[in-house]
């Protein structure tokens, strides 16, 4: 596609109950990242993917959280056992993974755990 | 620690006055810095970015930025805003190896009165 594509756009979930968060990264990039933005905190990292790398977790807030890359694509950010601290914006981007090259964001999927 | 300060919250302009946005640094390293604004509803869209080189960065929608060093600043800048500049703007730093893995400001709200 010509973008960064997420899905769902925006998702209503019970606490407790797992959901997961799919992002479609631009064509032929390597790179892709996730970020959370929540009211208050701003825009944190989250996990990064690049080519066959293993990911750099360092942002995952919790053990609740993970992200997986099929075929160094679409990316699924999972979080299980969901709280109500959890609901935010997830936001993923995607770059062409050289060093020097700027980020392109997808519009998000607005969370809201209740 | 590395880190990002955006000192303005929320800024009021009028439509056709100048706009200045601060942003303000902590990085140990050679920075690379970005501003992207989001529109309601919108994912981030990047105005303008800094490598090296000119230190003043010309970007899109008439924004531009310059780095000052001795400062530890890139501050935002347009000569006349337009109502359609409402938005969020944050400001990003991100390391040479990497620059999609960014540390984000807090965000500044812009809002232009007719």
């Known amino acids: 596609g010509a973008g960064v594509s997420q899905s769902p756009s925006n998702k209503v979930t019970e606490k407790g109950k797992d959901v997961e968060l799919r992002c479609d990264p631009i064509?032929?990039?390597?790179?892709l990242y996730w970020y959370r933005q929540s009211l208050g905190q701003g825009l944190e990292f989250l996990i990064y993917?690049?080519?066959?790398?293993?990911?750099?977790k360092s942002g995952l807030p919790s053990d609740r959280f993970s992200a997986e890359r099929t075929g160094g694509s679409v990316s699924t950010l999972t979080i299980q056992r969901t709280q109500q601290e959890d609901s935010a914006v997830y936001l993923c981007?995607?770059?062409?993974?050289?060093?020097?090259?700027?980020?392109?964001f997808g519009q998000g999927t607005r969370l809201t755990v209740v | 620690a590395q880190s990002v300060t955006q000192p303005d919250i929320h800024i009021t302009v009028s439509e056709g006055a100048s706009l200045e946005l601060r942003c303000n640094y902590s990085?140990?390293?050679?920075?690379?810095l970005f501003w992207y604004v989001q529109s309601p509803g919108q994912g981030l869209q990047l105005l303008l970015k800094?490598?090296?080189?000119?230190?003043l960065v010309q970007g899109i929608k008439g924004f531009e930025a310059e780095f000052k060093r001795s400062q530890s600043s890139f501050n935002l800048r347009k000569p006349s805003v337009h109502w359609s500049d409402a938005a969020e703007y944050f400001c990003?730093?991100?390391?040479?190896?990497?620059?999609?893995?960014?540390?984000f400001g807090q965000g500044t709200t812009l809002q232009v009165k007719p």
């Open positions: 990085y140990g390293a050679t920075p690379y």
């Open positions: 064509s032929g990039h390597t790179a």
């Open positions: 993917f690049q080519g066959n790398s293993a990911p750099d």
């Open positions: 990003a730093v991100g390391r040479s190896s990497n620059t999609g893995k960014l540390i």
């Open positions: 800094y490598f090296s080189g000119d230190t």
């Open positions: 981007a995607s770059s062409p993974g050289t060093a020097v090259s700027e980020a392109f």
